[in-house]
């Protein structure tokens, strides 16, 4: 086995509003280099951030998808969402959900009743990850995954764990069903510890630290960064200065063109502007 090597780490993102509700901070997108982050489009880190009591919920009104899938991770506070797809529910610490927008849907998210009337710690990671062009057009499909669902695989020495929530590691298998070959893996290791994790060949991989401190072989990370890793080797080192929270994420590339719009993730212009027109026309389901 050969580790990899980092190719790039992104810091000092700026952050910037979605909604009332999401101060986030755009660690890739589609629309910068996205043969370098393929399948994944776009990560999203909200918060941590707090929030007073208020009366009036926050974030995002309804808004359309279509062509990829949005994966939702709640770490601190109270999500609530609802979708043209029937789907609606609230999730919590540890919870994520998983939504298949494929042909499209409509959604809002907003905090929680709960959470908007108590206020308090509010931290979120939204993933999109891209589908193929076969299943662009597919059934929208929504998946709510509980904390309790996630298994965590224990890493060598105490060094600390790893929730399995899509993909594969040490035979643990996450419980999100995925369209292509995907792991979402989210870490916490403690001061001192060192881990390899086995990487499948070829696999695009990032690295987020979300908080603390870990060093990639020559190259350290604090939290909020992002390193992109190198598609070569077929595992990744890291090494826990302090107590770290992270994400790893690692796909199999599509190698299919990428036209993005907004909300909107298609192979082609044309299939952008087919989207705005039946977004348009209703097409896309509405919420009730």
């Known amino acids: 086995m050969s580790s990899k090597k980092v190719v790039d780490i992104v810091r000092n993102v700026p952050p910037h509003w979605v909604g009332d509700g999401f101060p986030v901070r755009s660690l890739f997108s589609y629309a910068d280099r996205p043969e370098r982050t393929d399948p994944f489009l776009l990560f999203d880190y909200a918060g941590p951030a707090q929030f007073e009591p208020a009366k009036k919920r926050r974030g995002v009104e309804k808004h359309p998808h279509r062509g990829f899938e949005t994966v939702t991770i709640v770490y601190q506070g109270e999500l609530s969402h609802r979708d043209s797809g029937g789907h609606a529910g609230n999730i919590g610490p540890g919870d994520v959900q998983w939504m298949t927008a494929a042909s499209g849907v409509v959604h809002e998210e907003f905090h929680s009743e709960r959470f908007t009337r108590m206020g308090g710690q509010f931290e979120v990671v939204q993933l999109w990850v891209n589908l193929p062009a076969r299943e662009k057009m597919s059934k929208p499909r929504y998946q709510e995954i509980l904390a309790a669902q996630i298994p965590t695989v224990k890493l060598p020495a105490d060094s600390g764990g790893v929730r399995v929530i899509a993909g594969e590691l040490e035979g643990t298998r996450g419980p999100a069903k995925t369209v292509t070959p995907v792991n979402v893996w989210d870490m916490f290791l403690h001061a001192g510890s060192t881990v390899e994790l086995p990487i499948p060949k070829g696999h695009s991989t990032m690295v987020v630290v979300q908080k603390g401190r870990v060093m990639i072989r020559d190259d350290t990370l604090v939290g909020v960064q992002l390193a992109h890793m190198d598609r070569e ?26 036209v993005g719009h907004g909300p909107f993730v298609m192979n082609s212009r044309e299939e952008i502007s087919e989207a705005i027109r039946d977004y348009q026309a209703g097409k896309m389901g509405m919420l009730r």
């Open 233 to 258: 080797g077929d595992k990744v080192k890291l090494n826990a200065v302090v107590n770290s929270q992270l994400v790893v994420l690692t796909g199999e590339p599509l190698n299919e063109p990428i």
